[in-house]
């Protein structure tokens, strides 16, 4: 009988590894750059995690599983307020030490991160001016062509409702179909929170580069990442809700 091979925590986590990919391309290495590394490092080990629980969701939602997919965006919701509170971590990189290290960034910018992109477009968004910017630097990486391919999660909700054969208006008058009430208040729970992030992102950038300096990469920095706060995801479970209740 073979034996397993011995793991252990190290090894496990492949932790020489990962630790040894925080390469600070400062020179001298600039003592504020591991945390700015690692902050974004950390956040792209989320993302990782996001994109897998969202893959879950959606065979969960075809599914016609609800009570899963509730479990599930009640997962998702806390991976986003864990990644939002990371930024705070930044929030201790003064600004004219950052502007030490911030030469040696190249063109390297948030915008483009494969996986957060693959995370707007899995959310929703399909607008234009999303387009154009997924454009802005080259070909379309496969992990954000996969999600564009796939349909919303707002269009997966109301086709799960459709088969159900529930109404998006009896999901808030009908006390029969409490738990889909729950899932289309965890999905503004998650835009909610995907625009906290946003918001902590534009005042983190305004403090450490002011609100009207460009981004790092030639990006445009607090102005672009400021008018993405109030972009919608389930904007048809908003109009219900307004129509329904906005009347007073």
Known sequence: MNTPREISYPTYLE?????GLQRPQ???VHPDELLFIVVHQASELWFKVLLHEFDQLIGQLEALDVQQALTTMQRINTLVELVAHELSALDTLPPQRFLQFRG???SSSGSQSAQFRAIEATSGLRDPHFMAALKEHGALPPAVERALARPTLQALFLALLERQG???EAVYQDPTHGMLLMLAESFLAYEQGFARWRFLHVQLVER???PDTGGTGGTLGAKYLAKTVSQRFF????????RLYGRG
Request: charged share 10%.
């Open 15 to 19: 932790l020489d590894t990962l630790l």
């Open 26 to 28: 400062s020179t001298p």
């Open 104 to 106: 040696y960034l190249g």
């Open 166 to 168: 529930v109404t998006l």
């Open 208 to 210: 450490i580069i002011g």
């Open 235 to 242: 904007p048809e479970l908003w109009a219900v809700r307004a």
